[in-house]
């Protein structure tokens, strides 16, 4: 994706409506198997103050509440914390909140110790030098879940070749790591693979298709892009998987 302000707001609004929240099942198992590997790591949230950065739905924000003294969410997205707080009322958790922010444009005063826990997750929120510094500023404990250099979906990547686009992970943890190396940090990392199933409308596809050809610089070849939906389509849904590897990194004071 084309990393403009305009092109992140269209694409995360967009995905809001179909993304995972934090208590259904399969979302709830894949957090709970990521959580037990940070703690090995390090990493415990429980009595913490907890900051999560481009918090999205509330996957973690909202999951680790219930442990964590409180937890507040930082996401750029309108429509992700619509359904934060939706989540939040439904479940009744009264110990956390969520601010429309993007990072970078946030004022470090606001979130300077803040904290005891940050935490950002398959965001490129975090992604700079000063993103880091900030995050490090926040609290003395830091996670960060990140693109490790793979991601395979059989169908974006043919419909990506067709309009000339790559389809690949963002660089995510690569990031991360190259700066925390020259600020000479110390830290923990594993590696992990995962793996996801999406059911979808025709409609809703085909609209996740545009826009994700739109942020990253190409038009959409609607007749093309539709027929192959078409053949696609079992009972009205467009199955897509998605197979990803993970970095997990904990670094603290």
């Not at 609004?13 to 959580?35: D, S, V």
């Not at 398959?122 to 996670?143: F, G, H, I, N």
């Amino acid at each position: 994706m084309k990393g403009t302000r305009a092109n992140e707001k269209l694409f995360w609004n967009n995905r809001a409506k179909n993304y995972p929240r934090p208590f259904e099942k399969e979302t709830y198992a894949k957090t709970g198997r990521l959580l037990k590997l940070l703690a090995g790591l390090g990493a415990d949230f429980r009595g913490k103050r907890l900051l999560d950065i481009g918090c999205g739905t509330g996957v973690y924000a909202l999951r680790l509440a219930r442990a964590a003294r409180r937890a507040v969410g930082v996401d750029s997205s309108p429509e992700m914390l619509r359904l934060f707080r939706a989540e939040r009322r439904a479940r009744g958790i009264k110990n956390a909140s969520c601010l429309l922010s993007t990072w970078s444009g946030l004022p470090a005063a606001r979130v300077a110790g803040r904290f005891d826990a940050a935490l950002a997750s398959m965001t490129m929120a975090v992604k700079t030098r000063a993103d880091l510094l900030k995050m490090e500023k926040a609290a003395p404990l830091r996670v960060y879940i990140g693109w490790a250099g793979e991601r395979r979906n059989p169908l974006l990547e043919k419909v990506y070749a067709r309009h000339g686009v790559k389809y690949r992970a963002p660089e995510g943890a690569a990031l991360v790591l190259r700066e925390l190396d020259r600020l000479g940090r110390a830290y923990r990392v594993r590696y992990v693979r995962d793996s996801w199933t999406r059911k979808a409308s025709f409609a809703d596809t085909l609209r996740d298709i545009e826009v994700g050809l739109k942020v990253n610089g190409a038009a959409i070849d609607r007749p093309w892009t539709e027929a192959l939906l078409r053949r696609l389509e079992r009972g009205g849904r467009i199955t897509q998987r998605t197979s990803v590897k993970k970095a997990l990194i904990v670094w603290r004071d």
